[in-house]
Nanobody, 121 residues
């Protein structure tokens, strides 16, 4: 069964940095887009950054210039380097991936369990 597992969250002071990691495991045929979302208390989940299978990246305006998404396709992994963190970045961060399982023809979006990022002022 396909799973996504995030790591790298924690507590950091404003202006600091964190690097989130996400690795997909299981019976995977291929992965196209991967991305990061976040959900703050009392708010809806929002897109942070995405990376497609053809190299396109996109960022939310609120993180543009501060966050960088990257991929390691050999490891089925995606990373989010977060610099110049602000208190408003505090949220649970979720990894997502569009994955074709080994025994299925179609792609499906999968989600990780989330990792907490807390930025103190």
């Amino acid at each position: 069964q396909v799973q996504l597992v995030e790591s790298g969250g924690g507590l950091v002071q404003a202006g600091g940095s964190l690097r989130l990691s996400c690795a997909a495991s299981g019976s995977i045929w291929s992965i196209s887009a991967m991305g990061w979302y976040r959900q703050a208390p009392g708010k809806q989940r929002e897109l942070v950054a995405t990376s497609t299978g053809v190299g396109y990246t996109n960022y939310a305006d609120s993180v543009k210039g501060r966050f960088t998404i990257s991929r390691d396709n050999a490891k089925n992994a995606v990373y989010l380097q977060m610099n110049s963190l602000k208190p408003e970045d505090t949220a649970v961060y979720y990894c997502s991936a569009d994955i074709r399982p080994a025994r299925l023809a179609g792609m499906n979006k999968y989600w990780g369990q989330g990792t907490q990022v807390t930025v103190s002022s």
